[in-house]
């Protein structure tokens, strides 16, 4: 198993700017690690996923351009800087992992483990 832990949520405004830290116990090398985000009354949507083994990253087409995926050599810590927000990105974000051997996958069924989640705010 694989256990999850993620800092870095707050509050911005909008077009600033946060970090959110998911920080992984265990190899994850053969595994995807993936953010989500569930907004007040709606489902949990995927954000961004990366294979810790290939490298390989996906995006949400809602983020594409404001929101990036990095990690550290360890491939323990992945981050997800976020730019240009909106009030629209205001959600709890989760970390996710799963084990994967291709492309990141943004689907919620496929991952089976979850952080505690982090809550974002933007305002406007």
């Known amino acids: 198993p694989v256990e999850l832990v993620e800092t870095g949520g707050g509050s911005a405004q909008t077009g600033g700017s946060l970090r959110l830290t998911c920080t992984a116990s265990g190899d994850t090398y053969r595994y995807c690690l993936g953010w989500f985000r569930q907004a007040a009354g709606k489902a949990r949507e995927g954000v961004a996923g990366w294979n810790a083994g290939s490298g390989g990253i996906k995006y949400a087409d809602s983020v594409k351009g404001r929101f990036t995926i990095s990690h550290d050599k360890t491939r323990d810590t992945m981050y997800l800087q976020m730019n240009n927000l909106r009030p629209s990105d205001t959600a709890m974000y989760y970390c996710?992992?799963?084990?994967?051997?291709?492309?990141?996958?943004?689907?919620?069924?496929?991952?089976?483990?979850w952080g505690q989640g982090t809550q974002v705010t933007v305002s406007s």
């Open positions: 996710a992992a799963t084990r994967c051997y291709n492309s990141p996958t943004l689907r919620e069924d496929q991952y089976n483990f």
